[in-house]
């Protein structure tokens, strides 16, 4: 199963980047954060590139992979995927540092995803004024407010890679998902889809 999520998320994130064909799956350990999946992709970019005028481009293919490889270690880490009730609340306690008192105002299926970000966040250094302002949902995809004093742009471009994510992450259940049309757009998978055609 995590290796069909792996590859159903990673194929429709990376679509649009150069050596993303290059992408294998070379493991799968088991970990005390959960089953993580090892790959490589030696012709994706590690670096995201700089388009005129000082304005950066997308988030770098490696980095998306990281939050993704995270988020479906967190996913899998008890066996078969289950969100308690009370998701937001634990997510916010477990991550104080990252989201202080804030809590997401999202679906279930993104807990997960939230929870990917928040590690890659940890595991590179909370910056010293890093606050989260707000966490929702915005035309299907999560937004992630927050505001750091110093330049951290690995913070940065790890929320990015949470907010690029979350268009192929279902916001329901957390299997992979596309932006749904119909009333309001959101990110569904097609069981959660219920017949809402993809944009």
Do not use: N
């Not at 990917?116 to 004024?129: K, T």
């Amino acid at each position: 199963m995590i290796y069909d999520e792996f590859y159903g998320i990673a194929w429709h994130a990376l679509k649009s980047y150069a050596g993303s064909d290059s992408l294998a799956i070379t493991a799968i350990v088991p970990t005390a954060m959960g089953p993580v999946v090892q790959w490589k992709a030696p012709l994706l970019a590690r670096e995201r590139k700089r388009k005129a005028l000082g304005v950066v481009g997308p988030v770098a293919g490696p980095v998306i992979l990281d939050v993704l490889t995270r988020t479906l270690a967190a996913r899998w880490r008890t066996g078969a995927p289950h969100c308690p009730l009370d998701w937001d609340t634990q997510l916010s306690i477990r991550y104080r540092r990252i989201f202080t008192k804030q809590t997401p105002a999202t679906g279930p299926g993104w807990l997960w995803l939230w929870e990917g970000g928040a590690q890659a966040i940890v595991a590179s250094g909370v910056p010293r004024s890093f606050k989260t302002e707000d966490m929702k949902e915005k035309f299907g995809e999560i937004r992630w407010y927050h505001q750091a004093d110093e330049d951290c742009q690995y913070a940065e471009d790890i929320i990015d890679a949470v907010e690029h994510l979350s268009a192929f992450v279902c916001e329901d259940c957390g299997r992979p998902g596309r932006i749904r049309k119909g009333g309001w757009l959101r990110c569904l998978c097609d069981l959660h889809a219920k017949g809402r055609p993809g944009r």
